[in-house]
């Protein structure tokens, strides 16, 4: 097989978790980076120079100054980006780079104008990417564990509550998604942790999965608490849910919670490395119908089983690589996803569980602990 | 002038302002959205549907589910999102769309070899987002707000710090960059703005203005703090920046604290609807060069005024349109943008003082307040 093209990349490290893989240095305006004779190279203006040069992966860092001088010397005054990466790629030897997928088209069709030939990832960008290093699977478990802080302050908040009618008290003041949410993101900053979006959705709210939840929170219905937050020192994520109930819980959300949690166990069981994720999600769909539990689509929306097993977990929330869901995908010894079966049905309320495996060959290696007492009186 | 074509997105809404202000609604995976007929039309799988249906600013949700049967349909089972999009454009009797420069190159590939006409916007995908609505300067003056809140925070803190050797003691504990960045998140948060990567950076680390600082904050050393919140409720961002010094200033800390602050309020005074925003950029760097403050770039980096005066504000922290920097920019009425001079100087340190405007026919309108008030004793 011949060696793969060097990479061409020009985006920012907030779109683009490749970016971050490449560099290890978080930048927020669009630059160029990319690879020649095996080196990492990237070109910042003097704003990000020092920064970039102390603190990045990037072997060389060249300037954008410079470079943007040189292009206008070369094509004439109206040279950007395109003629710098050109001028670029003759002076380090590149005849043809490999791009991501969602490389900017502008860009591309300019680049091809010029001459210089670039091939899609068609997939990855960076391959491997997928096989997370023990480092790495070290970062999403301090990912986790900063989730489990988050659920340790929320049963220490829904515990300490009072049901008062159809609403839960605390500390005086009416207990809602946003309040909840507030002093769990507060719990996971104080211990490093950067939390965005983390659902907090009681009853039928929790019907829609990506609903943040806000309102009052109820008691006797379920409440999911889906909780990714980002391990600043090293930008992994981590990704768990837990699904509580604030007083007493009725038989058929003790079952519904009890048919999730086998779910998930289940699906854990099922993964190694070789394993088709589809298979397993496919096992989790064929579960819940035997256990009576059916997965309807109208017009307004869908009940039951109505997303994917898990994702890819990493340097973004959602990895690109092995996952569970409905597409094919051989899950790869080393890869990281979630397993989260969940079930949601307006009246009943929604339930779901998430913990997060490596593929290993013989099976899964759990990267998350929390403990799974869901009942709070 | 022959009306535009129709835009079409393929994107999320982390990643892209753009889809945000099209939709109006979050959405953390990459989904279609376009125009047709005047009508804001997306394509959600049923994980989303609900959600989107009922809060954004779609004209009709249509089922992904559905629209990629057709396409399996017509094209053959290994149909994707490329397929689909020319089912729905042909549905909706769309022959060309308008694409943004950083659409999907590999999706712009695909979809042109199937016979889909897309043409680039050659600059912003939506022109309509650089002149900002009473609305929208209203959610930006409220993204500000919470910037003040946070200084505000930071103040208090600084104030009630004492001085104990070359640290500073707040509460019994060392005040670090981290510890006051936590504590102005956290006020912030509470306030219903999120702040990311708030810049708490004392001494010589803010003469890398991008550098969000680490480590004891230092007592007669001045202390950058670049506060931009995302207001949470709408989306738009504050973005203002303070500096502070606790302790005793030297003389020339005193006069490049107030040399960087004529410079804004030159720069603000230039500032009317019409005028480059090159000018007005040029102006400061003649400004400071005029009172001896020289800007140095080496191998190591930069030093003096290293970065553009101003740059649009909105929805991005980063917004296209109106600027002020060292590339022609027309700036247009009802156009928001930051101005923030800064002078870095290894040894003396950094200053930057930053207010955002909106440009008016005759001048700029501050939707920025907060003191200026940089000595804490």
Not at 109 to 125: D, H, P, Q, S, Y
Not at 145 to 153: H, K, P, Q, Y
Not at 211 to 229: A, Q
């Amino acid at each position: 097989m011949p060696s793969p093209l060097p990479p061409l990349l020009y985006t920012d490290t907030l779109t683009s978790a490749d970016m971050l893989y490449f560099g290890r240095v978080e930048v927020h305006d669009p630059f160029v980076a990319f690879g020649a004779r095996g080196k990492k190279f990237t070109v910042q203006g003097s704003l990000e120079f020092g920064r970039v040069k102390k603190t990045s992966a990037f072997d060389v860092v060249l300037s954008r100054e410079d470079w943007l001088d040189a292009a206008k010397k070369k094509f004439g005054p109206t040279a950007g980006v395109a003629e710098m990466i050109v001028c670029l790629a003759r002076a380090h030897g590149v005849k043809a780079f490999r791009i991501a997928d969602d490389f900017s088209a502008s860009l591309y069709v300019k680049l091809t104008k010029l001459g210089l030939r670039l091939e899609f990832a068609n997939g990855m960008l960076f391959p491997e990417r997928e096989v997370k290093s023990d480092q790495e699977a070290a970062f999403i478990r301090e990912g986790n564990r900063l989730s489990s802080v988050g659920f340790a302050t929320a049963e220490k908040i829904l515990r300490a509550a009072r049901i008062k009618g159809r609403t839960l008290v605390h500390q005086g003041q009416l207990l809602t998604s946003e309040r909840l949410r507030f002093l769990i993101d507060v719990a996971i900053k104080e211990q490093g942790g950067e939390a965005r979006d983390t659902i907090v959705a009681g009853g039928d709210q929790a019907c829609d999965p990506h609903e943040r939840g806000s309102g009052p929170l109820r008691p006797h219905e379920l409440i999911i608490l889906d909780i990714f937050p980002r391990h600043a020192a090293s930008g992994y994520y981590g990704d768990m849910t837990r699904t509580y109930l604030k007083g007493r819980p009725r038989e058929v959300q003790r079952r519904m919670v009890a048919t999730v949690y086998e779910a998930m166990r289940g699906a854990i069981r099922g993964i190694r490395a070789g394993v088709d994720g589809r298979d397993v999600h496919q096992g989790v769909v064929d579960f819940f119908k035997s256990e009576g539990y059916e997965t309807k689509r109208d017009a307004n929306g869908a009940t039951g089983f109505i997303h994917g097993t898990g994702h890819g977990l990493g340097l973004a929330v959602h990895d690109p690589g092995s996952r569970l869901g409905a597409v094919s995908s051989k899950l790869k010894e080393g890869a990281v996803v979630t397993v989260e079966p969940g079930l949601y049905y307006p009246g009943l309320g929604g339930c779901r569980w998430e913990d997060v495996v490596q593929v290993t060959a013989t099976g899964a290696k759990l990267l998350s602990r929390h403990p799974y007492n869901w009942e709070i009186r």
